[in-house]
């Protein structure tokens, strides 16, 4: 089953802080983030299709990136919910609350989230592979979402069915081509019957001496 991926990214920049980190990430500070969303599906081949040919527009994905994702996050400061902190810094002009620790793990499965959420809603018939979410330009967390074995077992299934189609078409040739060589044998025999056995026989046995 053939099947592309596709990758977009976006920048942007944030501010936060790990409330537990024994060392600098402890304090307040700020990263300029990009995430990248990798998906994988079938080209489009509804013909007057604005994806024709592709998994999905990329004017889609980065629409959805910079609605969901940057515009919300970008220059802004992340703040937990439950950071003992809380109350000192909720005030603070452009401040966000999340219900997660703001490291790079967290924020790579929660663009996962939002982003499956926004593909539900268009209808986009393919998965999302990778969400990867780079903290500084040197490090980065990948999430990858939660395994459904129920597209596993069908992509199985599918290349199973491919599997025993071939099978069956090869047995089909095969058996058409036994019959044929049947067909061709009885007509030599036949032709050699009215003349002369011990000439057929002869002729027979160089037929299968040829036919291997």
């Known amino acids: 089953m053939e099947k592309f991926k596709v ?6 920049d944030y501010g936060h802080r790990v409330p537990f980190h024994k060392s600098k990430c402890f304090n307040c500070h700020g990263h300029r983030a990009k995430v990248q969303v990798t998906l994988e599906g ?6 007057g299709n604005n994806d024709f040919g592709m998994v999905m527009d990329f004017s889609k994905i980065k629409e959805i990136l910079k ?11 992340l703040l937990w919910t439950q950071d003992p ?12 609350e999340i219900n997660f620790v703001p490291t790079a793990e967290n924020l790579a499965k929660y663009c996962y989230t939002i982003i499956q959420e926004e593909l539900h809603k268009c209808s986009f018939n393919g998965t999302i592979t990778n969400v990867r979410f780079y903290e500084t330009p040197t490090s980065y967390a990948d999430y990858e979402g939660v395994q459904d074995n129920s597209k596993v077992f069908e992509e199985i299934r599918e290349n199973i069915l491919e599997d025993v189609t071939d099978i069956i078409e090869d047995r089909i040739d095969e058996k058409i081509q036994d019959e044929e060589d049947k067909i ?8 050699c019957l009215e003349n002369d056995n011990s000439e057929f026989i002869k002729k027979d046995k160089l037929y299968h001496k040829i036919k291997g």
């Open 85 to 96: 902190l809380y109350e000192k810094i909720i005030d603070i002009p452009g401040t966000v």
């Open 67 to 77: 609605i969901k994702i940057h515009d919300k996050f970008d220059h802004k400061f």
């Open 184 to 191: 061709l044998r009885e007509e030599l025999k036949q032709i």
């Open 42 to 47: 079938k080209l489009v081949n509804i013909m």
């Open 7 to 12: 990758t977009k990214e976006i920048e942007f």
